[in-house]
């Protein structure tokens, strides 16, 4: 699929085990499938936006509407790259990259998630690796920034892994209830100390524009 006018589908991310790309319909569909299949334990909420309360088709719908919806309303001053993860070819989880006023603040914000059956493989990590080297290497950012419950380990250790620091707490609503959230932030020198995985990039000169980079 080479589509003249959004080429944002030309771009690839790639570690020894992952490809990072814009899912066409097809793997959006799948996308949409994983997401279905769940990505976290019924007893679990991991999201300040709980969209995984709804029914497996829901949820489904609800991803694959969003990632259109991040294309639709795409503009350079305010971005949301939604990534289809593939591992041995197969979809197995979304990373976020997400902007606003990028070419003033130089800085982005991530997010993601992975289907269960996919979990405590160390992919969590990977993936956010190749975001970070989008947007540092790729991109120029001088800062990324990510938060995570105080009860989430998981995603915690990732960023810690990735060299993130604390950068103070912030209260959030989540069904009613509230929630601590720590924010976390890595500068680009120390993401420089860093970093291990090995990422290449390729598309990215045809559609840095679009980024405001």
């Known amino acids: 699929m080479k589509p003249q006018h959004w080429p944002l589908y030309g771009l690839r991310i790639r570690t020894p085990r992952l490809e990072l790309r814009v899912p066409d319909l097809e793997l959006l569909d799948e996308l949409a499938s994983v997401a279905a299949d769940g990505v976290h ?5 991991p999201f300040t936006v709980p969209w995984t309360d709804c029914p497996p088709a829901e949820r489904g719908r609800a991803v694959f509407q969003h990632v259109l919806s991040s294309i639709a309303n795409w503009s350079a001053r305010e971005w949301s790259l939604s990534l289809a993860v593939l591992h041995e ?16 603040t130089r800085e982005v914000k991530t997010g993601s998630w992975l289907g269960l059956a996919h979990q405590g493989r160390g992919i969590g990590t990977e993936m956010r690796a ?3 080297h989008l947007a540092f290497a790729g991109l120029g950012a001088g800062a990324a920034v990510s ?21 103070g707490l912030t209260i959030a609503a989540l069904r009613g209830e509230r929630v601590t959230l720590q924010q976390l932030r890595l500068e680009r020198a120390r993401w420089e100390e860093h970093r291990s995985a090995e990422v290449t990039v390729e598309g990215l000169d045809g559609c840095r524009a679009m980024f405001g980079a």
Request: positive net charge; glycine residues 8%.
């Open 41 to 45: 334990a019924p007893d679990a909420m």
């Open 130 to 132: 190749a975001a970070l």
């Open 147 to 167: 938060s995570a419950m105080t009860d989430n380990p998981r995603s915690l250790g990732v960023s810690r892994r990735l060299g993130y620091l604390p950068d």
């Open 89 to 104: 070819g197969r979809v197995v989880g979304r990373q976020d990259v997400t902007a606003k006023d990028f070419p003033v």
